[in-house]
């Protein structure tokens, strides 16, 4: 094989293999950290996104899952989100103390408040994020 040839076909080689690499399946489930900080005890609110029924979380779309407990601060939860969606924690204490809250989805930095009895930290899973 001359080498005029052989450039072409390891151009083509490369490039094929780079667009079978982005043929994947993508997953949508996502590692998403939970985090208020504080004293004494609060009502802790928790969204995030599911896919209720399935189990191979390879679609985009979710069903906002919610709930609310009365949690001894602090509160740390680790949780897998399915889907593309909302993710929030709350907290609202029941003696108005300083308290903080952080959402950490998968590599991204922590999206972090403070505040004096109730505190609400949001982020959103998008096609961008990271997994």
């Known amino acids: 094989m001359t080498m005029s040839r052989l450039i072409p076909m390891v151009t083509l080689v490369a490039v ?3 667009l079978l690499a982005g043929c994947g399946n993508k997953s949508y489930t996502y590692e998403v950290k939970l985090q208020v900080t504080g004293e004494g005890s609060g009502e802790v609110t ?3 996104p599911t896919q209720p029924g399935t189990t191979d979380n390879k679609s985009p ?3 906002p899952k919610k709930s609310t407990t009365t949690e001894t601060l602090p509160f740390h939860e680790t949780l897998l989100a399915a889907g593309l969606g909302h993710v929030s924690v709350s907290v609202k204490t029941t003696d108005g ?3 903080k809250c952080a959402v ?3 590599k991204d930095s ?3 408040k403070e505040g ?5 930290c949001d982020a959103d899973i998008t ?5």
């Open 16 to 18: 094929g293999g780079a």
């Open 46 to 48: 928790v969204e995030y």
């Open 61 to 63: 779309k979710s069903t």
């Open 97 to 99: 103390k300083p308290v």
């Open 104 to 106: 950490t989805l998968e």
């Open 110 to 112: 922590p999206i972090t």
């Open 116 to 120: 004096k009895g109730t505190v609400q």
């Open 127 to 131: 096609e961008s994020t990271d997994n």
